[in-house]
């Protein structure tokens, strides 16, 4: 842990830096399996899995039988759990859409927006020893409640050959309408090329690794659009005299334990609330079972002392967290100072992890200072919005002055023609 | 121009494909360009305008001075349509600012979203012969009304170091915070890394040529977010035998008037129409002052006669056009069919030209078969929606256990833990 009492302003600019990833330049690599499942399809992706998974499969499509399994598998407490989670993700995405609201911005143009979903969106659940189904639901309910025809999910298997059930309950649960046991790079190659089995995708979504990552970003150059740019896990708590300090490390931790470069950030006015708040983090690191990753990420963590709430939030607004707890008796009342973050838990009983899986909102969000300029997923994320207009002929009547004017000042003749061959029509007509 | 009558399905995809740019590999200049910049500042802004645009410029900055003098430069008349084109431009951007709603999805647990401006965005706006006032009005109008901080504005000079001035009056009523006399590339430069002068924006708008295009892409390693990927602008246009083809013919010129890379297609169902259509455009073409680059245009575009409506609209969705103009009678009834557009044109009398400059509509929009997965600019491309949660201790009892148990089965303890150390204390209280 970083501790840090009072410092200056001056020096805010070096705190809110996050760790510099060793990222390797991985162009070449990628390029070479993009151009592998180009040419050899399926048989590339197999052959990836063997090379890089250990994993011999013969199908690369998860069949019925085993999505139909999975479902035995899992206990009815888990299905409860999810059951309850999607129930209340989908309420509140499907909140999100919004009604088309037609405008007449001149007597007779009328103008509206309509949403389309984006027709085939492809999701990536990564390995590993965490079985992310959170993240199927989270990216698998706004792709349905979107309307959505086609939802692809790629996911590694583990040597056997086996995906987890818990991913394959919930992929079914949520209208995935495929899935395909491959994973990394091969994966987001395939959703982009598309092979003999797996559909080519317009949009990829979803966590992985830093080949998954720079996979992502080279299926840019095909283009297939993004959820938005990857980065580390981060969470911001700002503490006031009320908070409890059991509480505050334990979001800390529950940060900390994603993986070793996730990194969290602690705020505190008051010094007791403060030095009570390290002393318990410390204490419940050592409860923890799996503590080497968390502890990790915690070398690279910052406990802050400030003088004020308004400090704390400037320097909030200045890190950009992707997750940000006010753990304050007042919060309702600092909302507006929040400019720059991607999800808000607000008061002592909103932990990070309700949001991670079941109060409702999306936990795909900007980290790494990408909440500046992103927003996490939304329904917003699979769909796109178009504008349409009817102008009648009076609304062309009414505008096509403007229009002609405006288009031969910026010498588009052909521009001011469209408009002046309908108002010489209608002249002569009338 | 290329006719194509009654094309067989297999050969649509051949038909929707955009002519391959010749795009050099500008990384090399860029990155030495963005160099130059972050190294030594305006001044290389400075020997950047002369060396590219031959301007030699004092004061990168444009002075009060000048916007107060363009004022008095540009008609009357002018000024009357930009500001009927800023009024329905606010009133239609104005109208897709979403109320927060707060959805309690179990009870005490209540989520909702918020908008947040984002704080620095810049606008760049391209030289050239068309003094593009018009994009000014697109991207400063919506800035403005999001609450965007700062709205910086770039754009190249003259060979004397002037302005347009309708480019400047636009940007003064629009709420432009300041502009910059620099263009191509070290514009985007700039703005990305900032200057003595120039502040550092979290977002890059607007169209340029394939320098700017490539430097926006380049800015986005600097986690500088753009607005969409970039492509020539295009049109389709669906007809029926009730169409007129003066109307069609000056819809497709006006668009192929962009530029040499431009394309326009043409899709009728009417043998009669279609015909007369090909005719006038080659009749309206040759009327046009500055018809070179329309011409050119034209070659690479397609004019295709169609058994159906049903097909046009499968054309149409798998050529994913930015502009859509639907010359039909019963138009309602087809827009549900609609799935990839920019921006639809609804009937003989929405001409593309109304909401390039006036209806109220954005005209930057998705190009180069984009409008499969990005939407055109609109207000939410000026925000961030930041979610925001609140748990009640009765929403947590509530929630609780089904956060633990998915928290558990995704191996994530200390996730777990957030939550039991709350009930617990909760329970002890009790």
Request: proline content about 4%; some cysteine; aromatic content about 8%.
């Amino acid at each position: 842990m970083k501790i840090n009492t009072y410092p200056q302003k001056e020096s805010w600019s070096e705190l809110v830096k996050r760790p510099i990833l060793q990222r390797e330049k991985l162009t070449e690599l990628i390029t070479e399996i993009f151009s592998e499942v180009e040419k050899n399809g399926d048989q590339a992706l197999l052959d990836f899995n063997k090379k890089f998974d250990g994993a011999e499969i013969q199908n690369i499509k998860v069949s019925e039988t085993e999505i139909e399994s999975a479902e035995n598998q899992i206990s009815n407490e888990l299905k409860q759990a999810i059951q309850q989670a999607k129930d209340n993700i989908t309420a509140f995405h499907a909140s999100q859409n919004t009604e088309k609201e037609k405008i007449e911005t001149t007597k007779g143009v009328v103008c509206w927006r309509e949403n389309r979903a984006i027709e085939k969106v492809g999701i990536y659940i990564p390995g590993g020893t965490a079985p992310l189904f959170s993240t199927v639901l989270m990216l698998a309910i706004p792709a349905q409640l979107a309307g959505c025809k086609e939802i692809i999910l790629c996911t590694p298997t583990d040597k056997n050959g086996n995906i987890n059930p818990a991913i394959l309950y919930t992929a079914k649960i949520c209208g995935v309408t495929q899935l395909f046991k491959v994973g990394g790079a091969q994966a987001i190659a395939a959703m982009t090329l598309g092979t003999e089995n797996i559909p080519n995708v317009f949009k990829i979504f979803g966590p992985g690794n830093q080949y998954v990552v720079a996979a992502k970003e080279f299926a840019q150059n095909y283009n297939v659009a993004i959820d938005m740019p990857a980065g580390p896990s981060e969470v911001l708590v700002i503490a006031d005299e009320k908070a409890i300090p059991e509480f505050c490390a334990a979001d800390l931790l529950s940060q900390a334990e994603h993986g070793s470069d996730s990194q969290v950030v602690f705020l505190a006015t008051d010094e007791e609330i403060f030095n009570q708040t390290i002393e318990e983090t410390e204490k419940q690191l050592k409860e923890l079972p799996r503590n080497e990753l968390a502890e990790e990420a915690l070398k690279n963590s910052h406990f802050v002392l400030l003088n004020t709430q308004e400090e704390a939030f400037e320097f909030s607004n200045l890190y950009a967290p992707e997750h940000l707890i006010l753990a304050l008796e007042d919060f309702e009342k600092y909302i507006p100072k929040i400019q720059n973050a991607g999800s808000v838990f607000l008061g002592n009983y909103s932990c990070e992890s309700a949001g991670d899986y079941a109060s409702g909102t999306n936990h795909t969000l900007p980290t790494n200072g990408f909440s500046k300029n992103y927003s996490g997923v939304s329904l917003d994320s699979f769909v796109k919005k178009i504008t349409f207009q009817n102008l009648s002929k009076e609304g062309l009547q009414n505008l096509g002055k403007t229009i002609e004017i405006m288009a031969e000042a910026e010498g588009l003749f052909a521009h001011k023609n469209a408009v002046s061959i309908r108002l010489k029509q209608e002249n002569e007509r009338i």
